[in-house]
């Protein structure tokens, strides 16, 4: 059974960088069979697609954050990390990974339980 | 960006009544819509794929239909646990989630 596990600062200073990775258990992101992304969740709020990266290492990025994210892997280690630069407040809320059912950017079948990140001095 | 528009935002219902949640694009997405269901506290879950498909494990009391701009999300006869909140998801370009339905105990 796949297992997906968010890890990293839980508290970030304003205009700083976010940095999370995630663990992949029960699976290999070398996998061509999927690609891997990040999504986010403001507190109380609705869902919003941050990026996603292929087995080969292509990234796709939301065209809103585009210039302050990069996603990358690590196959040796199984895991994907998440970089998010210059925050603000606007930034903060609940960030998951997951994996997306096919080698694109199709929907999510497995998530992370997320890491809830708060962006304030 | 394709935006996606939910309605209800809220849905008061009892125990064994159906839902119709509905879900609006944009633009055409062809057949290229997720329905998911995230609980207080919990990540998303995959329900229904390609407008149609249920996601493994999924029961047969959540349907999805629809086609181009018009999605619905159809849950048969609510058990307690289907109250939670509900997101529909496009990946016709790129990928984008409407602002979701609360399914409520009314």
């Known amino acids: 059974q796949l297992h997906l596990q968010e890890s990293g600062p839980r508290l970030v200073k304003p205009s700083e960088t976010l940095s999370l990775t995630c663990a992949v258990f029960?699976?290999?992101?070398?996998?061509?069979?999927?690609?891997w992304g990040w999504i986010r969740q403001p507190p109380g709020k609705g869902l919003e697609w941050i990026g996603t990266l292929s087995s080969r290492g292509r990234t796709y990025y939301s065209s809103s954050l585009k210039g302050r994210v990069t996603i990358s892997f690590d196959t040796s280690k199984n895991y994907f990390s998440l970089n998010l630069n210059s925050v603000t407040a606007a930034d903060s809320g609940v960030y998951y990974c997951?994996?997306?059912?096919?080698?694109?950017?199709?929907?999510?079948?497995?998530w992370g339980q997320g890491a809830l990140v708060t962006v304030s001095s | 960006e394709i935006l996606l528009t939910q309605s209800p935002a809220t849905l008061s219902l009892s125990p064994g009544e159906r839902a119709t949640l509905s879900c609006r694009a944009s633009q055409s997405v062809a057949f290229y819509l997720a329905w998911y269901q995230q609980k207080p506290g919990q990540a998303p879950r995959l329900l229904i794929y390609d407008a149609t498909k249920r996601a493994t494990g999924i029961p047969a009391r959540f349907s999805g239909s629809g086609s181009g701009t018009e999605f619905t999300l159809t849950i048969n006869g609510l058990e307690p646990e289907d109250f939670a909140v509900y997101y529909c998801q496009q990946r016709s370009h790129w990928l984008t989630f409407g602002g979701g339905t609360k399914v409520e105990i009314k």
């Open positions: 997951a994996r997306h059912s096919l080698p694109d950017t199709s929907e999510l079948d497995y």
């Open positions: 029960g699976g290999s992101i070398n996998s061509t069979s999927n690609y």
